[in-house]
């Protein structure tokens, strides 16, 4: 059994939000896939629970009349990989998330559970980077509207504050029009596995020369982190070889890999630059560009 | 802790039970008989507790109870048909992918569940891995369960 002591099963995004107001230890619970599992090992950090399972309206993902892109936050990761909507604008979602644990917990995991867990593993967290998605959160003041740059604080940590309602994830239609996007999860086993290095790129072209380069990593730092000196060093430059290497080159300068129990720093550092080279190259192509 | 109604139905049967909130689905559909979802692990790895919720594989173990009010549950138990094996079942014993048997139930509801997923579509042998790799087994080295699973959907040519 687990050591649940409080449990609200909301009935609308308001009694949630109320519900989070009104206690401060209170946690919300989606598809429960890392909350359970804190449970189960004996947290004391989720013993107030507030269900968020009954808000169908949290599960829609969509295109709204601006052209944005909405993923609900309690969209399961399987809901995500096979939604037209995804597939077609911002695949790079669904392949990222498609790398999550297995079909089961594919099943129940949501992105919003990914993203507020702050796990600096998560594996949607590149592909929201690149795409700069933003997040609509409500709380009992009111809606506001915080962007993935900058949501994660630390190991572990948000932005997000007691009370604090993730409703869907929103990216603008300049953050994926014309984008060519790959994300690579480099780990251990080939399935079931957290990653050692979570890459992603986004790709925007100018002819044959790359206009803007986004490069996205997990478990390079302490929290997933987009690269700036290796996106400067991408403006402008020919689709060859020699720009894949300078890339490589510069992303040392973004990124922070510590020795751990899966990698060493030095490994971790070597995955690190080649996949900046193979995840670049991909996502070029994918925008339609060829390498010489 | 507080109890709350719910209503299910289990391999087509009807039932209103008071589960106390603090359940998982794996330990309630135990109690109710149900003992072919195994408890392995107890966090969501292992597979063994693998059961259909509204056609859908979940994990039992990391399953609150209450998620399943109003829903249809399925498990092994209900697969076999007036004492007739299921596809499935039957493709399991012929192809000899069932040793202890702990993993057996929580298999076969994945690979119920895979198939209906991919009725009429080949599938590749990839395909069968990664549909099955949240199930782990102990004594087969798996070769003799994607055979079974081999045997019951339409395998495209070699990738
Ligand atoms: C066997 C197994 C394998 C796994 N493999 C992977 C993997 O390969 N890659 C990976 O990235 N993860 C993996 N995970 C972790 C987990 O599945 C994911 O992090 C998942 O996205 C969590 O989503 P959830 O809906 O289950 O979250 P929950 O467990 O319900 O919640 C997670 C956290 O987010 C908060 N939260 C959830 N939704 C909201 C919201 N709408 N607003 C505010 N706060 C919210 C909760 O309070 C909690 O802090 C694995 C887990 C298991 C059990
Ligand atoms: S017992 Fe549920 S996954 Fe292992
Ligand atoms: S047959 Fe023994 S665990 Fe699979």
Redesign the pocket.
């Given at each position: 059994m687990f050591p649940i002591e409080k449990y609200h099963m909301a009935e609308s995004i308001q009694d949630a939000v109320r519900a989070l107001a009104e206690d401060e230890k209170a946690?919300?619970?989606?598809?429960?896939?890392?909350?359970?599992?804190r449970l189960h090992e004996g947290h004391g950090d989720y013993r107030n629970l507030v269900d968020?399972n009954n808000l169908d309206e949290?599960r829609e993902i969509r295109m709204d009349e601006q052209g944005n892109v909405i993923i609900g936050?309690?969209a399961s990761f399987t809901n995500i990989i096979e939604h037209e909507v995804v597939r077609a604008h911002v695949p790079v979602i669904g392949e990222a998330v498609n790398?999550?644990?297995?079909p089961q917990?594919r099943n129940?995991?949501?992105?919003?559970?990914?993203i507020?867990?702050g796990?600096v593993?998560?594996?949607?967290a590149c592909a929201a980077l690149v795409h700069e998605v933003d997040l609509v959160i409500e709380n009992a003041e009111g809606e506001r509207v915080e962007s993935i740059i900058g949501f994660h604080t630390g190991p572990g940590r948000v932005s997000?504050k007691p009370g604090?309602?993730?409703k869907h994830f929103r990216v603008r239609p300049e953050n994926y029009r014309d984008f060519g996007a790959c994300y690579y999860k480099y780990a251990m086993r080939e399935a079931?596995?957290?990653?050692t290095i979570g890459c992603a790129a986004a790709v925007k072209l100018d002819g044959e020369t790359i206009s803007e380069l986004r490069l996205a990593y997990t478990v390079s730092a302490p929290t997933p982190i987009r690269c700036a000196t290796a996106e400067q060093a991408a403006k402008g430059k020919p689709l060859t070889a020699a720009t894949l290497a300078e890339i490589a080159q510069a992303v040392e300068a973004d990124v922070k890999p510590r020795t751990s129990w899966r990698a060493s720093m030095e490994f971790r550092l070597h995955v690190i630059r080649t996949l900046a080279q193979r995840v670049t190259r991909q996502a070029a192509e994918r925008a339609g560009g060829t390498f010489k | 802790m507080k109890k709350q109604t719910i209503n299910l139905t289990v391999n087509g049967k009807e039932f209103t039970l008071d589960v106390d909130v603090r359940k998982s689905l794996a330990d309630v559909l135990r109690e109710q008989g149900f003992t072919s979802v195994k408890q392995g692990c107890g966090?969501?790895?292992c597979g063994a507790c693998t059961v259909l919720v509204d056609d859908v594989a979940v994990d039992s173990c990391?399953f609150l109870a209450m998620w399943a009010n109003g829903k249809k549950v399925r498990t092994t138990e209900g697969e076999c048909k007036n004492g007739k094996l299921s596809p499935v079942q039957q493709a399991y014993v012929e192809a000899g992918a069932v040793q202890c048997g702990f993993c057996t139930p929580g298999l076969i509801m994945t690979t119920t569940s895979f198939l209906e997923r991919n009725k009429g579509r080949k599938v590749t042998r990839e395909e069968i891995r990664k549909g099955h790799a949240g199930n782990l087994c102990r004594c087969t080295g798996y070769e003799t369960i994607v055979k079974a699973v081999e045997s019951v959907v339409e395998v495209a040519e070699e990738e």
């Open positions: 946690r919300v619970i989606a598809g429960g896939t890392d909350v359970l599992i968020i949290l936050a309690l790398t999550v644990g297995g917990v129940r995991g949501t992105m919003g559970g990914n507020c867990n796990a593993s998560a594996d949607s997000l604090d309602l993730l079931m596995d957290i990653a | 966090v969501g790895e990391i």
